[in-house]
């Protein structure tokens, strides 16, 4: 089985006494790539040096997330900016608009977040969406930008059909799976059924929303063996095809080379 991780913070301090075991129980169960978003200016060589470490497991984005977008965003993104410029980065991520904890903020989290689509106009590199409470403004801010061409993924998708729909007519646009379709109350396993394979990936957004019968736990990649498990459920397909579709979706999202 092979599995692809994309979007785990497993360069958060959660992780610096047991790394090495980490990546061990993920590679035990096929997971082949881990994909590391950053935060903010602050995490930026957090993300470095663990990919400078394992390079063949980790592949890193740049961004600043919409939680952490202060007054001076300007500067901050300057700082992301010139990161983003060095090699090695495969995505803009995290970015997007959060507005289920400060909708206070929501006019810089707007414009921080369209001026990181413009990088990825620039680059032509995807984007990872954080759209908490927030997916008709995303969505806005896309179609604003340049909805042809930009594309990515929702990341944690949680919403209902009718948003998945929109994300869905945007034609560029996956949906991140994580450990909350595991949840007896999320409604993801409806909503899902209006949704075809080829339009998703899985994450973990490690350490957090740990899969059931994990909730509540330090989430890791070697837990996407129970969202695989859940996919299969819905879809009526084994788990070793879930886990291939939506790897090669993974890979062709973010040009992902595969191993020799």
């Not at 879930?242 to 890979?251: C, P, Q």
Request: charge should be negative; charged fraction near 25%; proline fraction near 4%.
């Amino acid at each position: 089985m092979r599995i692809v991780d994309t979007h785990a913070h497993l360069y958060l301090d959660a992780f610096d006494n047991d790394l090495d075991n980490v990546i061990a129980r993920a590679r035990a169960i096929g997971v082949e790539k881990v994909l590391l978003p950053n935060i903010d200016e602050t995490t930026v060589s957090d993300v470095r040096q663990t990919v400078d470490k394992y390079p063949s497991f980790f592949l890193p984005m740049m961004g600043l997330h919409p939680t952490n977008v202060r007054e001076d965003w300007e500067q901050q993104l300057e700082i992301i900016y010139n990161e983003l410029n060095r090699t090695g980065y495969i995505a803009i991520g995290e970015i997007g608009i959060d507005l289920y904890w400060d909708k206070s903020s929501k006019q810089r989290q707007v414009a921080a977040f369209e001026r990181q689509l413009g990088w990825s106009l620039e680059k032509k590199l995807p984007v990872a969406i954080h759209s908490r409470e927030a997916i008709p403004e995303v969505i806005q801010s896309i179609r604003k930008t340049g909805k042809k061409n930009l594309f990515g993924v929702f990341h944690s998708f949680g919403g209902s059909i009718a948003e998945l729909e929109e994300i869905l007519e945007l034609e560029n646009f996956y949906i991140g799976i994580n450990g909350v379709v595991t949840f007896k109350k999320s409604g993801l396993t409806e909503t899902l059924e209006n949704c075809g394979l080829e339009k998703i990936i899985l994450e973990t957004d490690a350490p957090y929303l740990a899969p059931a019968p994990y909730r509540g736990k330090r989430n890791e990649p070697a837990y996407l063996k129970e969202i695989v498990k859940k996919l299969s459920a819905i879809y009526q397909k084994p788990e070793e095809e879930i886990a291939e579709i939506t790897a090669a979706n993974a890979h062709r999202l973010f040009n992902i080379a595969y191993d020799q």
